[in-house]
């Protein structure tokens, strides 16, 4: 008998998913447990398992559609279709929403003449024919899903990302570089202002969660800010000495996640968050960690950072970003922090202030490190300083609780030997 394959729950806080491809064709017979598709969230691409086993007799929802919880998207029966009835079905009209006008640009196919698509590339058509990545392989799930959407064939667009990656800013690039090219070679368009001038992105699965999470952590939650410097010549020293005793790299950003570990064993007050009529603290200490992707960012979770060492901390870090970095993230390896760090000093940025990431009661905001002049016992003295921000949740901490466990971090961070003890 026909059997509905429903999209299941992919979490707490997920309500829709982008169907990105049928693993298994029409007709074919699927067992119990076999992945049966592929569904980007946002915050990563998972494969769902097929419930229960019979022939794949018809599909309801094509690949690219944007798809709910609870959705019949496919029938499996236990005995085969035949002929007609094995190919993919209509969708019904209510399926699939229409795209916003805003976004028509990329939503619909573009037509380019040949010579235009050379024109609009950087490299000459020979030499990027070499050099440019082919197949979906070497493209990301988001710039997959909008080169089909902008009808840009893939294997011609120049990747930017790691290893020559295709990611989505380079099919928004390439569309915009075409159709500029398609309008000068016909009519001239009509002048406009520099004002009026401008190009619509559509909204992410990812970055439309970004948008609605720190909306609702901005307006909902009364926050304060409490910075603290760090004198970082001792840290500098600690991890040159390291990478020469072991040849281990380990970055600052590690060294500062295993200090907020252990100043959290030390303050539990921080690692809690507010639950309405009570402040909740959690009694394991299960850092997020903010890392940048293509289009936003996810913030993979070291479980139990207190209970590993320095180097085990940093390799799992290490781990878990390039996870994210492909798209590779299980649900358990990003959902359930209860402390986050954000660091942007890699990017040259001195300070900054981060939004809280509900439910949690605090983030730390980790700044570059600079040159100041210090004075040490009168004398004037060129150190290394880093600027450390903490974003606290008032309902659940007061000041003094968050002035003592930067006083805590910054003497970690300031004697890190005592990291490894």
Known sequence: MPTPVILPSLGPSIEEATLVKWLVPVGAFVQRGEPLLSVETDKTLTDIESTDEGYLIEIKVEEGSTIRLDQELAVLDDRPAGGAAARVSALPPVTV??????A?????????PRQTVAAAASEPAELAAESAPTGQSHASPRARRLARESGVPINQVQGSGPGGRVIER???????????????????????????????????????????????????????????????????????????ARSVQVSVNDVVVRACALALQQHREINASFAGD????????????????????????????????????????????????????????????????????????????????????????????????????????????????????????????????????KALLENPLSLVV
Do not use: C
């Open 97 to 102: 929403a229409p795209p916003e006008p805003a």
């Open 104 to 112: 028509a640009i990329f939503t619909s196919p573009v037509t380019i």
């Open 170 to 244: 380079d099919i928004t690039a390439f569309v915009a570089q075409a159709v500029a090219g398609a309008s000068s070679a016909s009519m001239r368009p009509p002048m406009l202002k520099r004002s009026e001038q401008s190009r619509d992105l559509p909204l992410s699965a990812i970055r439309r969660s970004i948008a609605r999470r720190m909306t609702e952590s901005a307006q909902g939650v009364p926050v304060f800010f409490t910075t603290a410097k760090v004198l970082t010549d001792p840290l500098t020293e600690f991890r040159s000495q390291l990478a020469r």
């Open 278 to 409: 009570a402040i909740r603290i959690f009694e394991d200490i299960d850092i997020s960690i903010a890392v940048a992707i293509d289009d936003g960012l996810i913030t993979p979770v070291l479980r139990n950072a207190d209970q590993k060492g320095l180097i085990a901390a940093a390799t799992e870090i290490r781990s878990l970003a390039e996870k994210a970095q492909r798209g590779q993230l299980l649900m358990n390896e990003y959902q359930g922090g209860t402390f986050t760090v954000s660091n942007l000093g890699m990017l040259g940025v001195e300070s900054f202030t981060a939004i809280l990431n509900p439910p949690q009661a605090a983030i730390l905001a980790v700044g570059g490190i600079s040159r100041e002049v210090w004075l040490d016992a009168g004398v004037p003295r060129e150190r290394g300083v880093m600027r450390l921000t903490l974003t606290s949740d008032h309902r659940a901490i007061d000041g003094a609780q968050a002035a003592r466990f930067l006083a805590t971090l």
